[in-house]
């Protein structure tokens, strides 16, 4: 018989006894033939209880041989009982073989198609924990941006709160000279707490696109490092912190841009204060590892916990985002950071104890080799300060739809000793630069009806007596790389973006003044 089926293309599997059979069960037979000789009540029992427990897509084909010559064999019983269970074949004798073979392909051909039920079942299943893991993660994703836009509002409405109630104060002029400095200082401090905020939009959106820029240079760790430790001194001081750093001397320079490297250590120990309790000490060590630099910030405080650890650097996710947090921040800047030194072929991690212990953030940066910083320390141009900005019979046309930056550009430039004329639109510009002939052209970008970047192409249409070759700033929010880029396409010059400083404001122009057209900066 084994021969037999050889010949017809089947892979026949003989099994002595009915536990070896069980066991071929379960590796996955397609088809079961058997005399009605082996079935004992012994086999019977064990074949009934591998049928029965057989998953939902599966119909084991059986082939059972029974004897001829009466209506009803003798073990009628119990081929009754395995008919009820499971998908039973009789062939009696005598057999023709054809009849056999022809039987078990077709059992073999419904067993295929019960596998293919079972792997597109199987298919099917993955595809709904797929679907549903994705759903999760959408419904995860959706409630951070809500969380994260509540922050960004509160975070943004609260130093705007103390701006408008401080101005309202000094309008009221119910304050002495003590209590007007207050006032002020309060407002440049809320002020700048809200420009950092956009800062750190800005450099995760510029950071996403893939557009975050570096002026790379060698640049001395302790250089950075101290500065950024400078910058913050007076808060630690108001929250009564020690803050100490130990920076190995002779370290080799690493190659990068300094102001970003700056940031990177600012934003470490901006976050080691912020969570130090008042009293708590914070340290700062700058070593050489193998050739490259490591800086570590140490702090006392509060510690993360050991599940938040892993979510650390990433983007809009905060320990604690619930109106009842006792930090501010919109949770950027470790997102930042990370960014930052893997610009630079860096890499930065975390350690912490737990909750109460503090925590350690370590940037690894490699060190310039020998060899290359040989070449940087050759022949190099200082930099040279720019003159203090002398606009005297400089005629300048402001151009803001916004009255306010009207005044204060006016304000500002007049004081250098500027003639500044005003234009609140593209088509008052365009009048004002026909009719006076301007020496220096600062626009905004968005404005309604014809924006900046129209203005500057119109203005670069004319001819160069009509003032087609003026040098020209974009003044304006829209701060992004592409904003920048669009800029210089249209035909400025310069591009700064607000809110700006009155020093560097008068450092651009003066460099403007100095390099004449084709100056691209910010």
């Known amino acids: 018989m084994a021969r037999f089926l050889s010949g017809g293309s089947l892979l026949p599997h003989i099994c002595i006894t009915i536990d070896e059979l069980v066991d071929q069960l379960h590796q996955g037979a397609g088809v079961v033939f058997l005399t009605e000789e082996a079935l004992t009540m012994r086999s019977l029992a064990l074949l009934a209880s591998v049928l029965t427990s057989q998953p939902a897509w599966s119909d084991l084909p059986i082939v059972l041989l029974t004897s001829g010559g009466s209506e009803s064999p003798a073990n009628t019983e119990s081929l009754?009982?395995?008919?009820?269970?499971?998908?039973v074949n009789l062939i009696e004798r005598p057999v023709r073989m054809m009849t056999l073979l022809s039987t078990i392909k077709a059992g073999l051909r419904a067993r295929n198609r019960q596998y293919d039920v079972r792997d597109h079942l199987d298919t099917e299943v993955r595809n709904k924990e797929q679907l549903e893991k994705a759903f999760v993660q959408v419904e995860e994703a959706s409630r951070l941006k809500d969380e994260?836009?509540?922050?960004?509002?509160h975070e943004l409405r609260t130093p705007l709160n103390a701006v408008l109630g401080w101005t309202a104060l000094l309008r009221s002029?119910?304050?002495?000279?003590?209590?007007q400095k207050r006032a002020l200082e309060t407002i440049e401090r809320n002020a700048r707490s809200q420009q950092q905020l956009v800062e750190d939009l800005l450099d995760v959106s510029r950071a996403i696109s893939g557009k975050l820029r570096l002026d790379a240079q060698p640049v001395e760790a302790r250089r950075f490092i101290e500065e950024a430790i400078d910058a913050l001194k007076p808060t630690a001081q108001a929250r009564h912190l020690h803050v100490a750093h130990r920076i190995e001397s002779d370290l080799r320079p690493v190659f990068g841009d300094p102001a970003r490297l700056r940031q990177v250590v600012w934003n470490l120990l901006s976050n080691a204060i912020k969570f130090s309790a008042k009293g708590g000490r914070v340290l700062v060590r700058a070593r050489r590892v193998n050739d490259n630099l490591e800086i570590s910030v140490k702090d006392s405080g509060q510690g993360i916990a050991p599940e938040f650890l892993p979510f650390v650097f990433e983007r809009f996710r905060q320990a604690d985002m619930t109106t009842t947090r006792t930090h501010g921040g919109l949770g950027l800047g470790l997102a930042i950071v990370r960014q930052l030194v893997e610009l630079h072929s860096g890499s930065v991690r975390v350690a912490s104890p737990g909750l109460g212990r503090g925590a350690t953030f370590t940037v690894t940066l490699p060190l310039m080799s020998s060899a290359t910083q040989e070449k940087s320390n050759g022949p190099r141009e200082g930099k040279q300060e720019l003159p203090a900005l002398n606009l005297r019979g400089v005629k300048v046309l402001v151009v803001d739809d916004e009255s306010d930056t009207r005044d204060l550009l006016k304000t500002v430039l007049s004081?250098?000793?500027?003639?500044?004329?005003?234009?609140?639109?593209?088509?008052?510009?365009?009048n004002v630069l026909a009719r006076l002939k301007p020496d220096l052209l600062i626009s905004d970008v968005g404005m309604p009806e014809t924006d900046g970047y129209a203005l500057m192409r119109q203005v670069r249409s004319l001819a160069p007596d009509d003032g087609g070759n003026i040098p020209a700033v974009a003044l304006t929010a829209y701060a992004r790389e592409q904003d920048r880029q669009r800029a210089f396409d249209a035909g400025f010059q310069l591009h700064l973006a607000k809110p700006i400083e009155v020093a560097e404001l008068s450092a651009s122009l003066a460099h403007l003044l100095r390099n004449g057209e084709g100056s691209q900066s910010r």
């Open 415 to 430: 004081r250098h000793g500027a003639s500044v004329t005003t234009a609140s639109s593209a088509a008052g510009a365009l």
């Open 173 to 179: 002029n119910h304050l002495d000279e003590a209590g």
């Open 80 to 87: 009754a009982s395995l008919s009820a269970i499971g998908n």
């Open 148 to 153: 994260f836009l509540a922050t960004v509002s």
